[in-house]
């Protein structure tokens, strides 16, 4: 008797999933991007080069800008003459850090709501030329102020990670879903690698290269401009590339027909054959708790990175005597290229299997659990010398940036697939916002315990940098603590 009933059933459903397939067929509009891209999905195959592409370039627009100031940061507060000695500099650096990330925490929802309503594609247009206004404008700063101010307007008009995140995830097939989050983390991460590389150098341009610039040039007078002009003119180049790009924002609302209501039917029918309940997707993103809980788990990890960022470039800067490397500009730009290099090859590579084998939150956990005794390395690393100590410092910053990169991936694939599209701009703005916030304090906290490091040196409890990634760790532990059950709840797409 039952399987007569579990032939129907199947037969029942089969029916109903054919019927859904052909009513869908029928909701194009004709005139609406959004549909286009749709359709394009369907009938594109193989791997889509061309949109990672446009992925990548967007996003190391915007990510280079950000961390590209710490090689010549320590340097730059030095030129401007308000630190009185050099313990008080980290203090300084970590205002300068936190404007971009205030002016993006004050923004973000904003933008995320333009996205919604009026396009991906003229947000992302809007991103990338202030990009290239404001940080040119950074580089040429004569005064702290004048520093704060320019990187606060960069931040306030810093619209395109969140929006091309969900821009990815619109653009790519769904087998193609972990690959998109990949390549947005990590073009993120490898901006966050060149950035600093690019300052590391090219600040200073007339000090390292006489023969090249001379003193009275503007890149003599205005010793930071170069990086920061540099990624000017990239952000241009991507500009104009991005106007060949398609918006992927349907232009018009479902029409409330019958064939609708049968879709709804058929979608409540399916889940409750299936056992599964939805979330309510079209509620409140406030009240949408895989949304919300993974967003506090990426925040979380995303201060971590900031601090670690800031951290680690005063550090290698920082003379000896108070336990740091003593290292150049050109020191810690080698290093930062050589963890992008690492960094782009795990991401490319192996991150999407990974992903595929351990699913986003278990990924996360592991790549965690690695990045605590890697860190706690650090102090120790530095007690070496000569080609030991810059391969050993090498390997371990490969390590720590492929780990953080990979843990943040985890939790945007998680954000992504716990919204629709009516409301990815949005949820990403959300998570923009938060994010920001956190990483508004990072930069501030990181240093005034720098700073606090630098002065107990001699401390018998965790001195010097042993302070620094001591706390480096116990946000790792903090973000990775709330990956379990019953604070991360996740959903299935």
Known sequence: MGFPCGGFEFGTWKMAKEYKEALLEKHYHE?????????????????????????????????LPISSLYPFLYYMIEDFGVAKTE?????????????????RALTSIFWGIMADRYGRKPIILLGTVTIAVFNALFGMSTNIWMAIATRFMLGSFNCLLGTMKAYATEIFREEYQATAMSAVSTAWGIGLIIGPALGGFLAQPADKYPSVFSKESIFGRFRYA??????????????????????????????????DDSIEVLEAASLESTGKTGNNKKGSLL?????????????????????????FALWANSPSKYGG??????????????????????????????????????????????????????PFIAHLSGVSRS????FASILVNVFSVSAITGMV???????????????????????????????????ILFSWSERRKDAAFLPGPHMLFFFLNLMVIVGVSLTFKPFLVTTRR
């Open 226 to 259: 170069l990086p920061c002009f540099t990624i000017s003119a990239f952000a241009l180049v991507v500009t104009a590339l991005c106007c060949f790009i398609p918006e992927t924002l349907h232009n018009h609302k479902l029409d409330n027909t019958s064939d």
């Open 287 to 311: 009240k949408n708790w895989p949304l919300m809980s993974s967003i506090l788990v990426y925040c979380v990890l995303c201060l971590h990175d900031t601090a670690y960022s800031e951290i």
């Open 87 to 103: 313990k008080d500099i980290g203090y300084y650096a970590g205002f300068i850090a936190c404007a971009f990330m205030f002016g």
């Open 413 to 447: 694939i998680l954000q992504n697939r716990a919204v629709d599209q009516h409301q990815r701009g949005a949820a990403n703005g959300l998570a923009m916002t938060s994010m920001s916030l956190f990483k508004t304090v990072g930069p501030v906290g990181a240093g």
């Open 325 to 378: 490397l003593g290292y150049s500009t050109n020191h810690v730009g080698t290093i930062l290229t050589i963890s992008g290099l690492g960094l782009f090859a795990f991401q490319v590579i192996l991150y999407p299997s990974a992903e595929r084998l351990l699913g986003a939150v278990l990924l996360t956990r592991l790549a965690g659990a690695l990045m605590i005794p890697v860190q706690l390395s650090y």
């Open 31 to 63: 005139g609406c991007p959004g549909c286009k891209v749709e359709k394009m999905k369907e009938v594109r195959r193989g791997y889509p080069y061309l949109e990672l592409s446009f992925i990548w370039i967007v996003i190391l627009s915007t990510s």
């Open 391 to 394: 391969i050993l410092l090498s």
